[in-house]
């Protein structure tokens, strides 16, 4: 929405297709409070707020759709019912989704106490106990920097080790709020309006034990929504992430992308819109040179 909004502002003929709902993860946030210039405010009333924004200075949206054919190349795409539109230039822009445990309840509970972004989330669990599911970096600094808020964290890890690096070990091990159930997966989710509690399965001894908790935090991967894009001549990641050069250009020309689908360190709200702006730019310098 960002690129379309510098792309449309700057009388450039812009259409956005989304396969989802406008605004892609950030509608799914419950309240944004880091977003600078807003106090506090929904992600579905700040995406509303974009998607206002660009239309208002011509930009076409259609969401909900069907993407039928993708031609890079030639810069054309197909939806529906078989509407075909070219262009000039083309933003990747396709977002990403956390990896998800795929058990009973998490569904239910994404946004209700089950997350995937502690810079997001965490001080919604001010002096509250939750739970972190991963053995990776992530998952042990984000537990580290969530026992800021918590009064305690437990990992939870499927093997009887961590894939993290050893500063990241010990700053978790040192760190007197932060408890381990190694060996062990999460095999369900329960609660009424909010979780409440879940089910932990022993991978060694096949024993299931309930453990009340107020919120879990889900750090086992990201998956780019690129499956589109397989089969299409585009530089991707091992990953399967887009692979950019500093003017967020793809290896094909006249295609760039921004935001989460892209190789990337932090994923944010603030870093999806700044990636969208010099995207959005470069792009208009590309149609601008013929």
Same mark, same amino acid.
């Not at 537990?143 to 990992?155: D, M, N, Q, R």
């Given at each position: 929405?960002?690129?379309?909004?510098?792309?449309?502002?700057?009388?450039?003929k812009?259409?956005?297709?989304?396969t989802?709902?406008?605004?892609?993860?950030?509608?799914?946030t419950?309240?944004? %409070?880091?977003?600078?210039?807003?106090?506090?405010?929904?992600?579905?009333?700040l995406?509303?707020?974009?998607?206002?924004?660009a239309?208002?200075?011509?930009?076409d949206?259609?969401?909900?759709?069907?993407?039928?054919?993708?031609?890079?190349?030639?810069?054309?795409?197909?939806?529906?019912?078989?509407?075909?539109?070219?262009?000039?230039?083309?933003?990747?822009?396709?977002?990403?989704?956390?990896?998800?445990?795929?058990?009973?309840?998490?569904?239910?509970f994404?946004?209700?106490?089950?997350?995937?972004?502690?810079?997001?989330?965490?001080?919604?669990?001010?002096?509250?106990?939750?739970?972190?599911?991963?053995?990776?970096?992530?998952?042990?600094?984000?537990?580290?920097?969530?026992?800021?808020?918590?009064? =305690?964290?437990?990992?939870?890890?499927?093997?009887?080790?961590?894939?993290?690096?050893?500063h %990241?070990?010990?700053?978790? =091990?040192k760190?007197?709020?932060?408890?381990?159930?190694?060996?062990?997966?999460?095999?369900?989710?329960?609660?009424?309006?909010?979780l409440?509690?879940?089910?932990? =399965?022993?991978?060694k001894?096949?024993?299931?034990?309930?453990?009340?908790?107020?919120?879990?935090?889900?750090?086992?991967?990201?998956?780019?929504?690129t499956?589109?894009?397989?089969?299409?001549?585009?530089?991707?990641?091992?990953?399967?992430?887009?692979?950019?050069?500093?003017?967020?250009?793809?290896?094909?020309?006249?295609?760039?992308?921004?935001g989460?689908?892209?190789?990337?360190?932090?994923?944010?709200?603030?870093?999806a819109?700044?990636?969208?702006t010099?995207? %959005?730019?470069?792009?208009?310098?590309?149609?601008?040179?013929g």
């Amino acid at each position: 929405m960002t690129a379309g909004i510098y792309l449309s502002r700057s009388k450039v003929k812009t259409l956005i297709v989304d396969t989802g709902t406008i605004g892609g993860q950030m509608v799914l946030t419950h309240e944004i %409070a880091n977003y600078p210039g807003v106090e506090s405010i929904s992600g579905y009333q700040l995406s509303r707020i974009m998607k206002g924004q660009a239309k208002s200075f011509g930009c076409d949206i259609k969401s909900n759709i069907e993407l039928k054919d993708l031609n890079l190349e030639e810069k054309s795409i197909t939806i529906d019912k078989g509407e075909v539109y070219s262009a000039k230039a083309i933003i990747w822009a396709s977002g990403g989704r956390s990896r998800m445990l795929n058990v009973p309840g998490e569904e239910d509970f994404k946004g209700r106490g089950i997350s995937y972004c502690a810079t997001c989330d965490g001080d919604f669990f001010q002096d509250r106990e939750i739970i972190v599911v991963g053995g990776g970096n992530s998952a042990l600094e984000e537990a580290v920097s969530l026992t800021k808020y918590a009064s =305690k964290v437990t990992i939870v890890h499927e093997f009887d080790h961590f894939q993290a690096f050893d500063h %990241a070990i010990a700053e978790a =091990k040192k760190n007197p709020k932060i408890d381990y159930i190694m060996e062990s997966h999460i095999v369900g989710f329960e609660g009424s309006t909010n979780l409440e509690k879940v089910k932990i =399965k022993n991978l060694k001894t096949g024993n299931i034990s309930d453990k009340s908790i107020d919120g879990v935090f889900i750090f086992i991967g990201y998956v780019p929504n690129t499956e589109s894009l397989k089969g299409k001549n585009i530089e991707l990641t091992k990953r399967d992430e887009v692979s950019v050069n500093e003017n967020f250009e793809t290896n094909i020309k006249g295609v760039f992308a921004a935001g989460d689908t892209l190789a990337k360190r932090y994923r944010q709200i603030t870093t999806a819109v700044s990636d969208g702006t010099i995207a %959005a730019l470069n792009a208009i310098e590309y149609i601008n040179r013929g």
